[in-house]
């Protein structure tokens, strides 16, 4: 419905908007998804531990740090995109039970036709809005939630409430983990917001992304580190001060700052994300 190729670039119509699928120049295999121009993910076909997005590499070590190398995980993926994170953790953990919600149904068969992830019976991928996934699941049944869920590249409203952020603690195991991609902008309401209602039902949380971001000097990515126990700080630390661009973490007294008194989001009064600025996504890939 709605297909054209343009060379190898593929474009099509999914449920939630325009999907573009567009191969690196520069880089055989590697191909970017966007969404109404908006760069969602991006996938290394013969490489799935390259991770070109600055904010999945944030997300992916987190994932390496929270448990032991090598030791297979149950994660649960709130939003698919083109499965880049999922194939990391098969690539990383070998024998992870993983779970994806995707809304878009459109859009997982355009993905699973063009950019086919490697056949696995422990990786299961669900057409299903992700509070649905959450409140159809067994209390304590994974050690990860990655939430990174978009549209219109905003994250809806019903996935930033405390509601929503005790049900994905009721389905975390007492060590678990939540992952969260919080896209924001100056000046953080959103991003603070977030953490001080997340904190409410995970106490135990640091924030790492870009300084620049951090200060509310710029539109961009922070990723939200959030449980029950001490998050490993040190090596997420390492790991964002040695990126392509490097970052920093926030934890302790200097995240009870950033909050700076910000109210819990409920579902009666809980709004999507900020939008980003007009024109961020002008410049495609």
């Given at each position: 419905m709605g297909r054209k190729r343009a060379g190898d670039r593929v474009v099509e119509r999914v449920d939630t908007g325009l999907a573009e699928l567009v191969p690196s120049a520069d880089r055989p295999g590697s191909w970017t998804l966007l969404l109404d121009g908006a760069p969602q993910s991006h996938v290394d076909l013969?490489?799935?531990?390259?991770?070109?997005?600055?904010?999945?590499?944030?997300?992916?070590?987190?994932?390496?740090?929270?448990?032991?190398?090598?030791?297979?995980?149950?994660?649960?993926?709130?939003?698919?995109?083109?499965?880049?994170?999922?194939?990391?953790?098969?690539?990383?953990?070998?024998?992870?039970?993983?779970?994806?919600?995707?809304?878009?149904?459109?859009?997982?068969?355009?993905?699973?036709?063009?950019?086919?992830?490697?056949?696995?019976?422990?990786?299961?991928?669900?057409?299903?809005?992700?509070?649905?996934?959450?409140?159809?699941?067994?209390?304590?049944?994974?050690?990860?939630?990655?939430?990174?869920?978009?549209?219109?590249?905003?994250?809806?409203?019903?996935?930033?409430?405390?509601?929503?952020?005790?049900?994905?603690?009721?389905?975390?195991?007492?060590?678990?983990?939540?992952?969260?991609?919080?896209?924001?902008?100056?000046?953080?309401?959103?991003?603070?917001?977030?953490?001080?209602?997340?904190?409410?039902?995970?106490?135990?949380?640091?924030?790492?992304?870009?300084?620049g971001v951090l200060r509310g000097r710029r539109y961009g990515n922070l990723v939200l580190v959030a449980g029950r126990t001490t998050p490993p700080v040190p090596g997420l630390t390492r790991r964002a001060a040695g990126d392509w661009f490097p970052g920093r973490v926030v934890a302790d007294d200097e995240l009870d700052r950033f909050a700076g008194g910000a109210a819990v989001v409920r579902d009666v009064d809980a709004t999507g994300s900020d939008p980003p600025p007009p024109g961020l996504f002008s410049v495609r890939r």
């Open positions: 013969s490489d799935p531990t390259h991770l070109e997005f600055e904010y999945v590499r944030r997300l992916a070590a987190a994932l390496d740090l929270i448990a032991p190398p090598g030791e297979p995980l149950r994660v649960l993926h709130l939003g698919g995109g083109a499965l880049t994170l999922p194939r990391y953790v098969s690539a990383t953990r070998p024998g992870s039970t993983q779970r994806v919600s995707e809304v878009d149904g459109a859009l997982v068969e355009l993905v699973r036709r063009v950019l086919p992830w490697p056949a696995d019976a422990r990786l299961r991928v669900r057409v299903q809005d992700a509070r649905a996934v959450l409140t159809s699941t067994r209390d304590a049944s994974y050690d990860v939630v990655v939430a990174d869920v978009f549209a219109g590249a905003r994250t809806p409203a019903h996935l930033t409430s405390v509601e929503y952020a005790a049900e994905v603690a009721r389905v975390l195991r007492p060590a678990g983990w939540l992952l969260s991609n919080l896209a924001d902008g100056p000046p953080l309401r959103y991003a603070r917001s977030q953490v001080a209602t997340v904190r409410s039902v995970l106490p135990q949380a640091c924030l790492v992304g870009d300084a």
